[in-house]
């Protein structure tokens, strides 16, 4: 077990620096390191208990790109999530299982033996996509869009799958009005799971008392949220997301009520259980451990099916990924059309539509005694591993080429009326500052030079007229600072390599010059991306003190 242990982090290590190294996508590496080394050492134990693993990490890889997600940004988009999650799911299944059906049926298959096979593959990962897009700048509706279809499209698939197909398959024949029934009532109980448990857990946390037991407690939450649902036969994604959210949505309400008089009990059970800085840190430290869990499922794949089903079984894993591939390019197409927005979004979202291991849980739970289980394997393990590999690749060049069309739509997002890229690149004619799309690029390259050459930097965002902004020459600002905005009303500074007792001597000086107006500082810390460190400057610029520091 040691050495099994060993060999899973040493694997880890070498392709998380190969990733920073080469730039090609960790599971990608992972994925391959975990074949070769497969002959090399005995990894069967992992492979034998390939099923269990992966429900132990399902919760453990959702729980960080849950704790993301902007739940505004939900309820503005929740339309186009729905459509994205669940219609076009649908829309997906009926239409590879009736083409297949009707026209290419290789072995005869019924059509619930073929919803079997195509619905584990409507269900994509949020991981992949996650690590893909934090390489770019993409509008944010893009990333939401794809990572929120990647969390919810899992709950349809698994729905459909188990309570649906396999009722089918196993001689049940429900009627139409009874899978309504069952469906509604598996959504409506997993929900209702979901915020008992994530009450439960929000006051778990709340009542410990360090970090350490709050860190778990919302891991235990989120396992509790899996467990009981899918022991009760109901949607254990769909219990976890809720319970997450929920709490997600109480820590930000913390204190919200506090001045109205509901009486003592509930002004306490309303009190701040955590800062900030703490809550940013575990959502830093969940995406270290969800990384770990995507790792440990696809090294324990390796183990599950060997390549030469994947030659025995080609012919059907390419027929597969190239429909399914198809079939999602055309279901996105709808809303982008729709929506009136540019191609560049339906080929992105197409190539997010990477498989994960959710497709391989749903086939490897079938009974051994389903007779094309082995085919159902090599197929979907098959079109998962090519798809990460096709997509990603074509992704990543894709963006690459793309990257100047999508900054545009960037720039739409944030309302800037500009016609071409040397446009997007100019300053703001009455401040000089640098627009938001544009500063964003400054704040991305300066973590990556801080995560390179572990050096530091910190942001200072503020309020002003532009007239006082014009006296910002006598600040002398050095060729490696800049100045711009982080959305319509907040200008900010950028200062390179500059601790927090430096930045605050700054902020100062700027505190003066702007007529002592609030001023937040935002300080890199170790493991930050872009999102911490604004999700840092509007926590600091909310606060009533002069200048507010977060770290």
């Avoid at 012919?315 to 982008?336: G, K, P, Q, S």
């Avoid at 591993?385 to 997002?413: C, K, N």
């Amino acid at each position: 077990m040691l050495e099994i242990f060993s060999i899973v982090l040493t694997l880890i290590l070498i392709a998380k620096y190969l990733e920073d190294t080469i730039k090609v996508p960790f599971i990608l590496i992972i994925i391959i390191l975990a074949y070769t080394t497969n002959n090399f050492f005995d990894l069967s134990l992992l492979g034998d208990n390939f099923e269990a693993i992966m429900y132990m990490m399902l919760p453990v890889i959702l729980i960080p790109d849950i704790l993301g997600l902007s739940r505004s940004e939900l309820q503005d988009n929740f339309t186009d999530i729905i459509y994205l999650a669940v219609v076009a799911v649908l829309i997906s299944i009926a239409l590879a299982v009736g083409f297949t059906y009707f026209v290419e049926n290789w072995y005869k298959l019924s059509l619930f033996e073929l919803l079997i096979l195509f619905t584990p593959l409507m269900a994509t990962d949020v991981v992949s996509v996650s690590a893909i897009f934090s390489k770019f700048r993409l509008p944010q509706k893009l990333k939401l869009y794809a990572e929120g279809e990647s969390l919810f499209n899992d709950i349809t698939a698994m729905i459909i799958f188990f309570f649906i197909a396999i009722p089918f398959m196993t001689g049940e024949s429900p009627s139409a009005l009874t899978l309504l029934y069952m469906t509604l009532y598996t959504i409506l109980i997993s929900i209702i799971v979901g915020v008992v448990v994530g009450l439960l857990g929000y006051y778990s946390f709340k009542f410990s008392r360090d970090n350490f037991s709050q860190f778990i407690s919302i891991y235990v939450m989120a396992s509790l949220a899996f467990l009981i649902a899918d022991y009760v036969d109901l949607s254990g994604i769909l219990a976890v997301v809720i319970s997450i959210l929920l709490f997600k949505y109480l820590f930000d309400k913390e204190g919200h009520y506090n001045h109205k008089n509901y009486g003592a009990i509930f002004k306490y059970l309303n009190s701040p259980s955590s800062n900030d800085l703490s809550f940013r840190a575990y959502r830093k430290e969940s995406y270290f451990l969800a990384l770990f869990a995507n790792a440990l499922i696809f090294i324990s794949i390796a183990d599950v099916i060997k390549i030469d089903l994947f030659f025995q079984y080609q012919n059907e894993i390419l027929y597969t990924f190239a429909l399914t591939t198809v079939i999602r390019y055309t279901v996105v197409l709808i809303l982008v059309k729709y929506r009136g927005l540019s191609m560049q979004w339906n080929n992105v979202l197409t190539l997010s539509g990477m498989k994960g291991g959710l497709a391989i849980i749903m086939i490897v739970s079938l009974s051994d005694s389903f007779m094309h289980k082995e085919m159902f394997m090599a197929i979907i393990l098959g079109v998962v591993i090519l798809s990460i590999f096709v997509y990603t690749i074509v992704l990543m060049i894709y963006l690459h080429f793309a990257s100047d069309a999508l900054l545009m739509d960037t720039a739409i997002e944030h309302h800037l009326d500009i016609k071409d890229i040397r446009g997007l690149l100019a300053k703001e004619q009455d401040t000089g500052a640098y627009n938001e799309v544009v500063f964003e690029s400054f704040v991305e390259k300066e973590i990556s030079r801080a995560e390179r050459h572990n050096s530091i930097f910190s942001i200072i965002a503020f309020h002003s007229d532009k007239k006082t902004l014009k006296r910002l020459e006598s600040l002398h600002l050095r060729a490696s600072d800049y100045f711009g905005k982080i959305d319509k009303e907040t200008y900010a500074i950028l200062l390179a390599h500059t601790n927090i007792e430096d930045s605050v001597i700054f902020a100062d000086k700027l505190s003066r010059l702007i007529n002592h107006k609030h001023i937040a500082i935002s300080q890199y810390m170790p493991g930050d991306s872009i999102e911490l460190m604004y999700d840092k400057l509007y926590v600091a610029i909310k606060d009533k003190k002069r200048i507010d520091i977060e770290v």
